[in-house]
Nanobody
Framework: DVQLQASGGGLVQAGGSLRLSCAVS????????MSWIRQAPGKEREVVSC?????????YAESVRGRFTMSSDSSSENAVFLQMNSLKPEDTAVYYCAKTLAYTWQYDYWGQGTLVTVSS
């Protein structure tokens, strides 16, 4: 079974940094993407970043471009990370990692979510 487990959230002051991790297991092929998606209270879900596992193509939402970086672990190709720098109060949300069907915005597996709170 495919399993995703997100971690690394917490409370940080504005301007600070956090690194989210997503441990992935059970995927046996490379034709997919991984996404980080966030949802703030009262707001719609937002795709923060998405990276293709097959060709490395990356997408970043305009709201985080230049501040967030998605990467993977070279020793464990299924683990993905989200380095978040220069955090703003508006980045406060529950962050989810999700396995993404290749070349789509469809998600077939989700991690449990990790809460990021940025204080002003």
């Amino acid at each position: 079974d495919v399993q995703l487990q997100a971690s690394g959230g917490g409370l940080v002051q504005a301007g600070g940094s956090l690194r989210l991790s997503c441990a992935v297991s059970g995927i046996t092929f490379d034709d997919y993407a991984m996404s980080w998606i966030r949802q703030a209270p009262g707001k719609e879900r937002e795709v923060v970043s998405c990276t293709s596992k097959s060709d490395g193509t990356a997408y970043y939402a305009e709201s985080v471009r230049g501040r967030f970086t998605m990467s993977s672990d070279s020793s464990s190709e299924n683990a993905v990370f989200l380095q978040m720098n220069s955090l703003k109060p508006e980045d406060t949300a529950v962050y989810y990692c999700a396995k993404t069907l290749a070349y789509t915005w469809q998600y077939d597996y989700w991690g449990q979510g990790t809460l990021v709170t940025v204080s002003s």
